[in-house]
């Protein structure tokens, strides 16, 4: 798992985290939320509930007590005993029905009374709309009553009663205080009577369903349920489940054999649930696209950049260094591709001075290649005016033929660098030259240190410096005096640098000509090629910090010193 | 790591399903002390199934089918995997298959009028319904009155019999078979009865009746007990004993062999034929007691008084349903 993350693209790895960070604590709250709403009005409704129906309870058993309580008077007065004995006197009669209105006061909106002879033949009752015929003897409510000595509650046979609103009957046998019987008490309860006990108990939605011992429903607070109705709410109670909207809870009175169940819808209705589970589906959803849109813009964000970077290192590896990332971004990342422009920037100049640098040595190469050239014809034709000076007898200019020969022949030979006494050798040619033309003009020194002599230098990188002392330098002098003189010291680096001074003590150089030797980068300048010559050779070979430099001494003359960094062969 | 993740998959769906709705727990079936089959009228059985409950606290449960079904189940011998005791069913479906149930002689035996008790103690009656002829008296005038069973193949009655299948009920099997059996039965009674019907035949009972009570048919089979409800009702309807000698339908009750409540049933059948539910019979429900000691429904003449075809015709009940079978369905078919 890990892994598979480790090598996820870094833009997928942003993606997955953002989405995890804000879908998961989304997920669960949610969840959460539905639930612990749901338990809460769910507990509720279990509340009121179980107070509804112990109220329910409470009616019922209330009024069967009071039924009892009737009944039980009414059997304890001896009159009635004696009415149902003797039926012949009309006061006897009219007596009893005032007893028996006067019994029945509490009861009489609930429950008919009716009073049965031993045969089961109906003798009183105070149901004014009576339709109940007698009943049989062996059979049913009066059976049951003759078996027991207290009241019983019987469901009635709705295929029995001719009245079928008669749902529930309680009877109790009318005896003497010798225990001789002589009929029984039976009182009606109809649908009504429990619609009106009932009717500040439950609302429209609420379902009340009332039991006999053998758990056959004889009541239900809706009349156009069938039993196809009331199955399945019998299932529910017996299992004591909850099903999609509906709570339901059962009591039982073992004393009067009843069962009463009751089904309340719940305070949110199952559509209503499932309207909130919609709600908050789509409210994930928004958050999903929210959050992917967002993710998705920041992952592009870090990562966009970062592949641009990527890419270019790439083209930078292959070799193009014109390159450059385009951002407006002032953040870190924008920094970074800032840095990353300027980087190769700078790099394509350096190639681009290393190549210029190249091509310019190449260049002055040739060049020196190029006057290798004609000093092989003079060499020659110095050597046949030597010759033949000397056949005429002339002997200055053999020595001018000789010495300028010598100083052809190393200026064209081929190799670039030679010791720093072969270059003194050489300007020795040079002075006697110079000395023939310019007779006892200059006097003529070096100052070597021998540990420096074999020293490389470029050649004939010291004969225009002397030629520039006794040309310019003792211009008009008759008695100058030109020295070559030789030190090394270490600079802060630790290289031992060369410096090789012409001095002389004539009239000076002038100021903007030592300016322009000193200038970091001389330009090319008419008249002065061998100083630019000697600069641009130093400066290529050995780098901007060497070069030439020109001072006035203070007592008169010029010193011009190269430097260099020591090198032996 | 691969443990965690699997542990968060299994959180989350259980969370998922914990906000669907609540799941009902399944209630346990209750548990009967006695299951009873039966094809009777709901009026009938559930006031004596009520009663038995009332007196005896036991939980009774009561399969209500149809003739047809239990003659199914009797054929294929399943019964004992669904009930304990058979109530009121026709005594001729019992007989013929002896070997699904369980010989019992009630205490009561003796009280029972002759030839309504099973003589191998098979079974034991319950209630007698006479078969009669019925009619309809706006349509039918006295001097045309039906006689007997041949009185149904006469022309003038051509489309207007109401007959049922005999496969649906036992009323109809007995009184095809009654039909066929009769001294005077003419060869090819089934067939010249289809025709003479129209070949149209009723599905149930109490279609049958009322069609002869609104006199949409003339003449019909029915139990003698359903006439004189009728009767009683007010409709426009009279009866008569067919002359070849009147057939008696015996609901009875047995017990299943191989029923685990065995006793229960013994009881059941006990209290089936005891004096209180005979007299409820026939105080409440206007049906023949199968006990000589109680008078048969107010204005009907005591059975022995009558004379009646014994039970004996039951044998040819299979018969007389193939014979039907061979004729009816054919015909009606060609007819469509």
Request: net charge negative.
């Amino acid at each position: 798992m890990r892994e598979f993350f480790r090598n996820l693209p870094f833009k997928f790895r942003i993606l997955f985290g953002c989405l995890a960070v804000a879908l998961i604590p989304l997920l669960f709250s949610g969840v959460f939320m539905v639930r612990i709403f749901d338990a809460s009005l769910r507990r509720q409704s279990t509340m009121e509930l179980t107070s509804q129906l112990n109220e329910i309870q409470n009616r019922l058993d209330q009024l069967f007590l009071s039924c009892d309580a009737a009944c039980l008077k009414l059997a304890a007065d001896e009159s009635v005993y004696r009415v149902m004995i003797d039926n012949t006197r009309m006061e006897f009669q009219k007596d009893l029905y005032l007893l028996l209105y006067q019994m029945i006061q509490e009861t009489y909106s609930y429950a008919g009374f009716s009073i049965y002879d031993i045969g089961g033949k109906l003798r009183f009752t105070t149901d004014n709309n009576s339709t109940t015929e007698d009943l049989p003897p062996h059979w049913g409510i009066i059976r049951k009553a003759s078996h027991h000595d207290d009241i019983v509650y019987y469901h009635t046979d709705p295929y029995l009663t001719a009245n079928p609103d008669i749902v529930l009957q309680a009877a109790c046998s009318l005896e003497s205080r010798q225990g001789a019987r002589a009929g029984y008490i039976v009182l009606d309860f109809t649908k009504d009577s429990f619609h009106r006990l009932f009717s500040s108990n439950y609302n429209d939605s609420d379902v009340i369903i009332l039991l006999d011992s053998l758990g056959k429903p004889f009541y239900c607070s809706r009349p156009e349920y069938n039993e196809a109705d009331i199955a399945p709410i019998l299932k529910q109670a017996a299992s004591s489940g909850q099903t999609s909207g509906f709570l339901y809870a059962s009591t039982s009175n073992p004393d009067y054999g009843y069962t009463a169940i009751l089904q309340k819808s719940t305070q949110i209705s199952s559509p209503a649930i499932k309207t909130m589970n919609t709600i908050s589906f789509f409210i994930a959803l928004f958050g999903l696209s929210l959050c992917l849109f967002i993710s998705l813009a920041l992952s592009r964000g870090i990562s966009q950049p970062i592949s641009e970077l990527d890419l270019a290192m790439r083209k930078v590896r292959d070799g193009d260094l014109s390159v450059r990332i385009f951002t407006n971004r002032k953040d870190e990342l924008g920094r970074l591709s800032n840095s990353f422009n300027r980087m190769t920037k700078d790099l394509d100049e350096q190639l681009h001075t290393a190549v210029q640098k190249q091509k310019d040595l190449n260049e002055t190469n040739l060049k020196l290649y190029q006057t290798q050239l004609n000093p092989h014809f003079l060499y020659n034709t110095l050597d046949t005016i030597k010759w033949s000076a000397k056949i005429n007898e002339n002997p200055e200019i053999p020595v001018l033929a000789e010495n300028l020969a010598q100083i052809l022949r190393r200026s064209i030979s081929s190799e670039p660098f030679i010791t720093l006494s072969q270059e003194l050798e050489t300007i020795r040619y040079y002075i006697q030259i110079q000395k023939i033309r310019f007779t006892g003009r200059f006097l003529y020194e070096e100052e070597i240190p021998y540990q420096l002599e074999d020293c490389l230098v470029p050649k004939m990188i010291l004969q225009p410096l002397v030629e520039n002392a006794i040309l310019h330098g003792l211009d008009g002098y008759e008695h100058g005096y030109i020295c070559i003189y030789a030190t090394t010291f270490k600079n802060t680096a630790g290289t031992e640098i060369l410096r090789v001074s012409v001095t002389d003590d004539g009239c000076g150089i002038n100021p903007e000509m030592m300016d322009w030797i000193n200038s970091p980068g001389p330009q090319k300048r008419p008249g002065h090629l061998g100083l630019y010559n000697i600069i641009q050779i130093l400066k290529l070979y050995y780098g901007k910090e060497y070069g030439l430099h020109a001072e006035r001494n203070p007592e008169g003359g010029t010193a011009v010193t190269i430097s260099l960094p020591v090198e032996r062969r | 790591m691969k443990r965690k993740f699997l542990a968060v998959l299994l959180l989350c769906p259980g969370l998922l399903t914990g906000c669907s709705q609540y799941r009902t727990p399944e209630p346990e079936p209750v548990i009967a002390d006695l299951v009873v089959y039966t094809y009777q009228e709901e009026m009938v059985c559930s006031p004596i199934i009520k009663e038995y409950q009332e007196r005896t606290g036991l939980t009774v449960q009561v399969i209500n089918g149809t003739y047809e079904e239990l003659r199914e189940q009797v054929l294929a011998g399943t019964l004992p995997e669904i009930c304990d005791v058979v109530f009121g069913a026709d005594a001729a479906l019992l007989e013929s298959a002896p070997e699904c149930w369980e010989p019992y002689a009630s205490p009561e035996a003796s009280a029972i009028a002759n030839g309504f008790s099973s003589a191998g103690k098979l079974w034991t009656g319950f209630s007698a319904r006479p078969l009669v002829i019925m009619y309809n008296t706006r349509v039918v005038t006295y001097r045309e009155l039906p006689e007997g069973w041949n009185s149904l193949l006469e022309p003038r009655w051509h489309g207007r019999i109401a007959f049922m299948k005999p496969t649906l009920s036992d009323v109809y099997a007995c009184a095809l078979t009654a039909a066929i059996h009769a001294p005077a039965a003419p060869d090819h009674y089934v067939e010249q009865l289809a025709a003479n019907t129209d070949y149209t035949a009723f599905d149930s009972l109490s279609d049958l009746n009322q069609a002869i009570a609104e006199g949409r048919h003339f003449v019909g089979v029915t139990t003698e007990e359903n006439a004189v409800s009728l009767i009683s009702e007010g409709a426009d309807i009279d009866y008569i004993y067919p002359q070849e000698g009147m057939c008696v339908l015996i609901d009875a009750t047995a017990i299943v062999a191989g029923s685990s409540n065995s006793d229960q049933a013994k009881a059941f059948i006990d209290f089936t034929v005891g004096i209180d539910v005979q007299y409820f019979l026939t105080s409440a429900i206007s049906r023949r007691s199968v006990r000589t000691d109680i008078l048969p429904p107010s204005g009907l003449s005591p059975l022995n008084t009558l004379s009646y075809t014994s039970v004996s015709l039951q044998d040819e009940y299979e018969k007389t349903i193939k014979i039907w079978n061979e004729v009816f369905p054919s015909t009606s078919e060609e007819r469509k």
